[in-house]
Structures are given as structure tokens and as C-alpha cells.
């Protein structure tokens, strides 16, 4: 390069140097925001504000625990009783199915869980549902009882197999033996469905029915409010009616995948408030649950209230511990349109006064039906995630969504 070619480069180098150290001096219109706030100065009472990985690794489920995260998976596909039929809208807490966890609703457990580990039950899932308060009682002699006469009444169990011909087995096995239990059983075919085996006990409001899908056992305990036969098999079709549809949308997990499971990696459980500080072990039991909007219908008390909810939040992962909910919206404006409309999964009853110095909270008194001494929920966003809180006392409520919103700025 010539000398004078040099030169003009260095002088337009300045130039443009110089042009931008002016623009870094000029004056830009607008409004100054403050950053975030301190999350420490805000009282989160006894709470802990970090995530339980802050310090070690991520928590790594064992094989048997994976059973359950399958569950998890499986109940996004899954109808509640809700779904089948509107009325039933009071919910009663789901559990995972294994081989020595079989529901009640199935049959006497001594002589199904042979039948389950011959044939290699994977993993399932149990939703329950009613229009009254659940008041199902499955005695020793392996027939149902409720407390309440008029109420109905869908248990829904679904359960995977390691193929067709083993889920086939499974049901025909399950099926023969339970109706031999009891001499009063009796057979009853359902038109609409051909290859379900059903059956009652006369006199008795009840019906069990079971059919494959696949390498699904899709099975049912239906109850209605007098023992009519025609309206139990009318309530056992139109669950499979819709149940069958969904399951169809499922790609079911190998016994070696589920194994191979991951548990939250979308590190929802670590952004949830963990009132007792446990390990953030998957359990339906415990009530440490990771999975998707449909999957968190089947934890509500009032389905009719928690799905519109759960509509609103638009939310692909949601997460529960105990009386914490977070959920991660599509964009932060989701998030604070659900602080704006206080929307939560429960029924409000009124407007409560917000957390002091937390941003984007408002609480509300509401009702649920596993507190019976008054109940006040929080909901808290920070960014696209929206936290759910609940408690007893106004004062507790407020300190646990101060932590919501520390915990969600921590993590």
C-alpha cells in the first residue's frame, strides 16, 4: 500500500472513531427504569430463596423413581373425568401405577399384581373424578362403596405394556380373575366397544371395564347415582370415547427408555418455593410433579376453575410442590397479564391485599377443599415464569410469594 493510501485509511479510521465517540456523548430520549430490586431486602420469613442445586448437582432420579416421571409424561394424554363429562368436576389427587402400586379401583391387588409382573407392567397412571367430594371406598372384598348415594363417580387407570400381545394378556388376565372373585359378578358387553370386558354386580351402582390399545390396558371404574345398568355402560362408552382419542396422541416409552428418563430439564422444580427443603424427588405422594398443562388438570381439586386457569397461563411446563405452582408462559407479558387478571387455579372468593415491596404479585382469598380453616393464594411473575402460593394466613402467603419472587430472581 503507498504512502498516501496509509494515510487516507488512518484519517477515515478517525473520523469514524471520532463519530462514535460523540454519538457515546449525545443525549437519547426516554424513560429510566431502576434495574431489579434486592431480593434481599424482602421478608421471606423462614423460606429459602436459593435453588437446592445452587450448591451440589442436579438431583438424579433412581431406576424406580423414573416409573414415576413416566407417569408424569403419560398424564398429559390422559382424560379427567372432567373431560368425559362436565358435571364431574371435582378432582381427587392422581397417583402413578407400577407393578406393586396397582389402584384399588383395578380388583383385589393379591390377585392382580401376578398378573402385572408376569407381564411386565411398565408404568400408568390413576385419575380420579366425581360431581360430589369423592367419596369412593373400595373394600376388602374388591367391590366399591361411596359415601354419598347420588354421586358419580370415573376412576380412569391406564397402563403400559411392553407390546400389544403382553397388554392383551394382561387384560384377559385381569379380567377372568376379577369376575371369578365373587359369584355375583356378572358380564356385561358394551355395543360401542366390542372388545371391552365389563362387568357389574346387580343392585349396585358400579361398573369395571377394561380394553387394550395398543400396548395400553385402558380400564375403568364407573358409578352412578342408582344402579341402572344402561346409564353405567352410557358413562363406561363415552370414557373411552374420549380417553382413546388422546392416548393415540402418545408415543409410548420402552421400559429401557423410561429408565433413561430425564427429570425436569427445564429446571422447573428448582424455581419452585420448597417450603420444607427436601430434595425435589419426582413422587406423586409427596407431591413433587413435572409435566404439561393437561397433566396438571388431574392435581386439581375444581377442574371447571383450573382449567380456565391453566388456559390463560398458555403454558407448555408447569411444576408443583405441595401448595406451590410455577409454570413458564410464552413471554413475560403472559406472565404479567396472569398477575394483572389474578388469575389462579382456585376459586377466589376476593381480592386480597399484595405482598409489600415484591414486584408483580397480587393475592386473592380463595377456596379450596383441602383447607378448611380460610385460604389465601399469591400468584408472582419474574420474567416469563408465574408462580403460584397458598397458605392458610394472609401474613404466611405474603412471605412465601416474597420467596416466590427471590427464588425466581436466584435461579
Known amino acids: 500500500m503507498s504512502t498516501r493510501m496509509r494515510r487516507g485509511a488512518t484519517a477515515t479510521a478517525v473520523l469514524a472513531l471520532a463519530a462514535v465517540l460523540s454519538a457515546c456523548g449525545s443525549t437519547i430520549a426516554g424513560t429510566s427504569a431502576p434495574g431489579e430490586i434486592d431480593v434481599r431486602t424482602l421478608n421471606v420469613g423462614k423460606y429459602s430463596t436459593e435453588p437446592y442445586h445452587a450448591h451440589n448437582d442436579d438431583y438424579v432420579p433412581s431406576f424406580g423413581v423414573k416409573r414415576e416421571i413416566a407417569a408424569m409424561r403419560l398424564a398429559d394424554h390422559v382424560a379427567t373425568a372432567y373431560d368425559i363429562d362436565p358435571r364431574l368436576k371435582t378432582g381427587y389427587w392422581p397417583s402413578a401405577i407400577s407393578t406393586g402400586t396397582l389402584p384399588d379401583a383395578l380388583g383385589r391387588r393379591a390377585d392382580l399384581q401376578p398378573i402385572a409382573e408376569r407381564h411386565k407392567l411398565a408404568y400408568g ?10 367419596g369412593l371406598q373400595v373394600g376388602a372384598d374388591d367391590w366399591a362403596t361411596k359415601s354419598t348415594a347420588d354421586e358419580t363417580i370415573i376412576v380412569s387407570m391406564i397402563m403400559q405394556f411392553p407390546d400389544a400381545e403382553r397388554a392383551k394378556l394382561a ?3 385381569f379380567y377372568d380373575t376379577d369376575l371369578a372373585a365373587n359369584p355375583d359378578n356378572q358380564a356385561v358387553p358394551l355395543s360401542k366397544y366390542a372388545g371391552a370386558q365389563s362387568y357389574w354386580r346387580p343392585g349396585t351402582p358400579f361398573l369395571r371395564t377394561l380394553q387394550t390399545h395398543g400396548s395400553f390396558v385402558v380400564a375403568f371404574l364407573v358409578s352412578t347415582p342408582e344402579a341402572n345398568l344402561g346409564a353405567l355402560t352410557a358413562l363406561a362408552e363415552k370414557s ?10 402418545f408415543q409410548p416409552i420402552p421400559l429401557i427408555d423410561v429408565f433413561q428418563l430425564r427429570w425436569d430439564p427445564d429446571h422447573l422444580s428448582s424455581r419452585i ?8 424427588r419426582p413422587s406423586y405422594t409427596s407431591r413433587r410433579i413435572v409435566t404439561g398443562r393437561q397433566g396438571m388438570l388431574h392435581f386439581a381439586k375444581n377442574r371447571e376453575v383450573a382449567k380456565t386457569s391453566l388456559a390463560a397461563l398458555d403454558s407448555d411446563a408447569l411444576g408443583v410442590h405441595e401448595d406451590a405452582m410455577v409454570a413458564r408462559t410464552p413471554d413475560a407479558a403472559t406472565a404479567r397479564k396472569i398477575v394483572a387478571d389474578l388469575t389462579v387455579p382456585y376459586e377466589k372468593v376476593r381480592v386480597a391485599a399484595a405482598p409489600a415491596n415484591v414486584p408483580d404479585a397480587a393475592c386473592a382469598e380463595t377456596k379450596e377443599p383441602r383447607f378448611r380453616n380460610g385460604h389465601y393464594t399469591c400468584v408472582v411473575a419474574y420474567h416469563e ?13 405474603h412471605q412465601r410469594a416474597a420467596a416466590q419472587y427471590a427464588l425466581f430472581a436466584n435461579s
Do not use: C, H, W
Not at 273 to 280: A, E, I, K, V
Open 240 to 249: 373411552y370415547d374420549t380417553q382413546l382419542p388422546m392416548l393415540d396422541r
Open 125 to 134: 397412571l390413576v385419575s380420579n373424578g366425581s360431581d360430589k367430594t369423592f
Open 385 to 397: 415464569y408465574v408462580g403460584f402460593v397458598s397458605a392458610a394466613k394472609i401474613d404466611d402467603v
Open 273 to 280: 418455593l420448597n417450603f420444607d427443603n427436601s430434595t425435589p
Open 171 to 173: 387384560a384377559t388376565e
